[in-house]
């Protein structure tokens, strides 16, 4: 069983301060998703990263995917009260029907208190 | 385009109970998942439906079912319902590899 683990679980800052958040694994995915779910929606895409080492940037944020492609963080850049949510990283595999499936980590729930 | 729509919003059931879940993807979208997201934690993957054939499924008892209807849409059915059962089943669609998430459904099993 593929498993993803997301650190800190919880992150509460004060308003114009960084903050990265880390995403873990044993197993190697095809490709690492980001996505970020408020309260009563689902997640929401922020970016997918798919080559070892590949670093984009999403105005204030910046996502990089790990060499071996086993794990990934999300930098925010002066957070403001508007990134409030839950970070989620999910890895890709290709499943033996053909699925591509998501696995998800555990969710990095983020507060930004102005 | 209208996104990804799921029904009910909520739903309230009983121990041992049957219930269905139903999804409609976004227009020109032929696959659908559904994932099942307990408080506190990140989505668990259930099953994968591509042009009405199962493609993948997660790791849960033969309980849960689904399938796809030719107009794409989906349903997810859950049997003997258990308290542990309760949690947001979301359901996303996909042309490719970029999954769009729905609204999900807020199952409660009292």
């Known amino acids: 069983t593929q498993l993803l683990e997301q650190s800190p679980q919880f992150l509460s800052i004060q308003e114009g301060e960084n903050l990265t958040v880390y995403c873990n694994s044993s197993?190697?995915?095809?490709?690492l998703q980001w996505y970020r779910q408020e309260p009563g929606e689902g997640p929401v895409l922020l970016v997918t990263?798919?080559?070892?080492?590949e670093v984009k940037k999403l105005k204030r944020l910046t996502f990089q995917f790990g060499d071996a492609r086993k794990d990934s963080s999300l930098h925010i850049t002066a957070a403001q009260p508007g990134d409030t949510g839950l970070y989620l990283c999910?890895?890709?595999?290709?499943?033996?029907?053909?699925?591509?499936?998501?696995?998800f980590g555990s969710g990095t729930q983020l507060t930004v208190l102005p | 385009d209208a996104g990804v729509t799921q029904s009910p919003t909520h739903l309230i059931k009983t121990r041992g109970q049957h219930v269905t879940l139903r999804c409609s993807p976004i227009?020109?979208?032929?696959?659908v998942s559904w994932y099942q997201q307990v408080l506190g934690q990140g989505p668990q993957f259930i099953f994968q439906?591509?042009?009405?054939?199962?493609?993948g499924r997660g790791n849960f008892p033969d309980r849960f079912s689904a399938r796809q209807f030719p107009n794409y849409s989906s349903e997810l059915n859950v049997n003997a319902l258990l308290l542990g059962d309760s949690a947001l089943y979301l359901c996303?669609?996909?042309?490719?590899?970029?999954?769009?998430f729905g609204p999900g459904t807020r199952l409660t099993v009292t």
């Open positions: 996303a669609s996909s042309r490719d590899y970029e999954q769009y």
């Open positions: 227009s020109g979208h032929k696959s």
């Open positions: 439906y591509y042009e009405k054939e199962e493609r």
């Open positions: 990263v798919v080559t070892g080492g």
């Open positions: 197993s190697v995915f095809s490709s």
């Open positions: 999910a890895g890709i595999s290709i499943s033996s029907g053909s699925a591509r499936q998501l696995t």
